[in-house]
């Protein structure tokens, strides 16, 4: 990770405490462990197998009425989490963010009522440009937790998340077994990426 923020990124383990602390004084942190490993990997392969079988479509950016296909602005494919072609490690992920969606609600009163998540893999020079998460037709999203399934990525291959944030930036890698959570409010982008990047985005809906 590097650093060119006044404040560093916190880190906790999957533990909505800490994660609602986190949020509500610096906005973001890291996740660490989480999905756990062994379900990290299960992810990575359905969504490979998804890949490869086709089932992934280009992600379109905009509200509803003026969606439209920009790969050179956002060029990951992606398939929703609740599509009954994905495993049985995608409904299991759904119900940990569940946990985590009503855990929120106790600990700081979001109001959160939904969770939806899709898997998405962005290909060797595409990227996602700086911007802010809204629902398709609305701004209901309110926390962003993006879940990372890239073994040994190594610094030159790119794809760093970058999350501005107190006027300056932070980057995280796309490690698997690591989830970066956010307020949906904050701007971001995807760097353009070198190898193929697997990842599961997924929003807390009010
Ligand atoms: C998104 C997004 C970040 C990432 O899908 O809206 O910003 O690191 N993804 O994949
Ligand atoms: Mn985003």
């Given at each position: 990770m590097?650093?060119?923020d006044?404040?560093s990124?916190?880190?906790?383990?999957?533990?909505?405490?800490s994660i609602?602390?986190?949020l509500?004084?610096?906005g973001?942190?890291?996740?660490?462990?989480?999905?756990?490993p062994?379900?990290?990997?299960q992810?990575r392969?359905?969504?490979?197998?998804?890949?490869?079988?086709?089932?992934l479509?280009p992600?379109?950016?905009?509200?509803a009425?003026?969606?439209?296909e920009?790969?050179?602005?956002?060029?990951?494919?992606?398939?929703?989490?609740?599509?009954?072609?994905?495993?049985?490690?995608?409904?299991?992920?759904?119900?940990?963010?569940?946990?985590?969606?009503?855990?929120?609600?106790?600990?700081l009163?979001?109001?959160?009522?939904e969770?939806?998540?899709?898997?998405?893999?962005?290909?060797p020079?595409t990227r996602y440009?700086?911007?802010?998460?809204?629902?398709?037709?609305?701004?209901?999203?309110?926390?962003?937790?993006?879940?990372?399934?890239?073994p040994e990525?190594?610094?030159?291959?790119?794809?760093?998340?970058?999350?501005?944030?107190?006027g300056?930036?932070?980057?995280?890698?796309?490690?698997?077994?690591t989830?970066?959570?956010?307020?949906s409010?904050?701007?971001?982008?995807?760097?353009?990426?070198?190898?193929?990047?697997?990842?599961?985005?997924?929003?807390l809906?009010?």
């Amino acid at each position: 990770m590097s650093h060119s923020d006044t404040y560093s990124l916190p880190r906790t383990a999957f533990a909505p405490e800490s994660i609602a602390e986190a949020l509500a004084q610096h906005g973001a942190c890291l996740i660490e462990g989480f999905p756990a490993p062994a379900h990290s990997e299960q992810l990575r392969t359905d969504l490979q197998h998804l890949a490869a079988e086709g089932q992934l479509k280009p992600a379109a950016i905009g509200r509803a009425g003026s969606h439209q296909e920009r790969s050179d602005l956002r060029g990951d494919n992606t398939l929703w989490l609740d599509d009954p072609r994905c495993s049985k490690a995608a409904e299991d992920y759904l119900t940990q963010l569940d946990t985590l969606r009503s855990a929120l609600n106790r600990l700081l009163f979001l109001g959160l009522k939904e969770v939806e998540a899709h898997y998405a893999l962005y290909s060797p020079g595409t990227r996602y440009t700086r911007h802010r998460d809204r629902f398709r037709d609305s701004d209901t999203r309110v926390v962003t937790l993006v879940s990372y399934l890239n073994p040994e990525w190594q610094a030159d291959d790119g794809g760093q998340l970058r999350l501005y944030r107190n006027g300056g930036h932070i980057d995280v890698y796309p490690h698997i077994s690591t989830s970066l959570c956010f307020l949906s409010e904050l701007e971001h982008e995807v760097l353009p990426t070198h190898r193929d990047r697997l990842s599961i985005a997924a929003w807390l809906r009010r």
